[in-house]
């Protein structure tokens, strides 16, 4: 076991089905100096109605309160300029993402470039933020991402591109996950966030580099919570504990692999994403089973344990177990109902080699993968997916 490692996340964390309802007393209590915040968020969040009673308590709690309504699934640059100049004219002191990856990521960048000088161009990259920040609460709207606990922020730079800042200033200081803010999300995107999740769990439990007792711990939770509720959650949406579970075991996926980090999956899942514009979750989802199948001769043992985690009381030689779980997460998204074929996201054998090519630029994460993956392999794994 590797016993030399280090370990950060957030500091304080808020577990509550119904706390929104409560954020400004607990935002009073923790941030007692700060009284100007900025909400940020998307326009289909915002159309729920479910940030009104938030704001309606901060409010009563004597904060002020702006919005920031406009960012959208992988946010352009410009989104989060215009973000950080609304925070820098009202004066905003603290800054609540709400949503999914997206609205918490431009969070994390509005807390540091409204603070100080540093332009967003010379953030990218790992360990470049070189300023302080406004206080920053996360509050999750889907149960997926766990980027209210990750230090990483990922933005879009041209026309398809992706630049990430990733730096321990991105911390939140308070992370808050509340199930009532997720009863609405219809099944199938709690499908592929859910799946999400999962995928973030197994990489940080098989990755290569970073590995660690406390991750491996805060995976093994998270795929225990994550395989027990997602079917509950997505067949009926306003199970509380299902979905209070799924956050939960969403964040704890989170913590896992903010410190060990995900591989090959994400890395063929990003180009899926970026190229055809299919969500995250099911991006990943998609070339999910095909990855694992690709690395089951360099990872058995940890999939075996996984198995045993997923499917309770599994049992045979650490191969056999691996299969059972493949079979499985197969088995989960077909009858959550999501698209498991490229093809039915619009993917021909025509775009194979650009999917191939754009996967192979994903260095950062194909260095974690239990087993070194050529663009050959990847061409395959996307062939075998179609
Ligand atoms: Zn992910």
Redesign the pocket.
């Known amino acids: 076991m590797n016993t030399n490692f280090n370990f950060s996340t957030v500091p304080n964390v808020v577990s509550e089905a119904g706390s929104a309802k409560k954020l400004g007393s607990i935002l009073a209590q923790q941030f007692p100096l700060v009284r100007h915040a900025l909400i940020v968020t998307d326009n289909g969040f915002l159309a729920t109605g479910l940030l009104e009673a938030p704001i309606a308590s901060m409010e009563a709690a004597g904060f002020t309160v702006h919005t920031f309504t406009e960012v959208i699934a992988d946010p352009p640059e410009h989104i989060v300029l215009q973000a950080a100049e609304t925070a820098r004219r009202h004066g905003i002191e603290i800054v609540v993402g709400f949503g999914g990856g997206s609205s918490m990521d431009v969070a994390k960048l509005i807390a540091v470039l409204s603070k100080g000088n540093q332009a967003l161009s010379t953030m990218y990259g790992i360990g470049n933020v070189k300023q302080e920040r406004l206080p920053l609460v996360q509050i999750p709207t889907t149960a997926g991402?766990g980027s209210e606990v990750t230090p990483i922020s990922i933005v879009t730079t041209g026309e398809t591109t992706k630049m990430g800042v990733v730096s321990p200033k991105l911390y939140a200081d308070l992370a808050i996950l509340d199930a009532e803010l997720t009863t609405g999300l219809p099944p199938k995107i709690t499908a592929a966030t859910g799946i999400?999740a999962m995928?973030?769990a197994i990489e940080a439990y098989t990755t290569r580099h970073k590995k660690n007792p406390l991750s491996d711990m805060l995976a093994r939770e998270a795929l225990r919570l994550l395989s027990a509720n997602l079917v509950r959650a997505c067949e009926n949406g306003s199970d509380i504990e299902a979905r209070q579970s799924m956050l939960l075991g969403a964040m704890l996926a989170g913590q896992a692999f903010s410190n060990a980090p995900?591989a090959a999956v994400?890395a063929l899942a990003y180009p899926i994403g970026g190229v055809f514009h299919v969500p995250?979750g099911l991006s990943?989802a998609l070339v999910l089973p095909h990855v694992l199948r690709f690395n089951a001769s360099h990872a058995a043992q940890h999939y075996a344990e996984i198995a045993e985690i997923v499917i309770p009381g599994c049992s045979g030689t650490s191969e056999a177990k691996t299969d059972m779980l493949i079979s499985a997460l197969e088995g989960l998204a077909r009858k959550v109902g999501i698209a498991t074929r490229l093809s039915e996201v619009g993917i021909t054998a025509a775009d194979l080699d650009r999917l191939a090519d754009d996967a192979m630029l994903q260095t950062r994460l194909l260095v974690n993968n239990p087993r070194e993956m050529t663009r050959e392999h990847a061409h395959a794994i996307y062939a075998a997916a179609l």
Request: proline share 0%; glycine share 0%; net charge negative.
């Open positions: 991402t999400d995928v973030h995900v994400h995250h990943n």
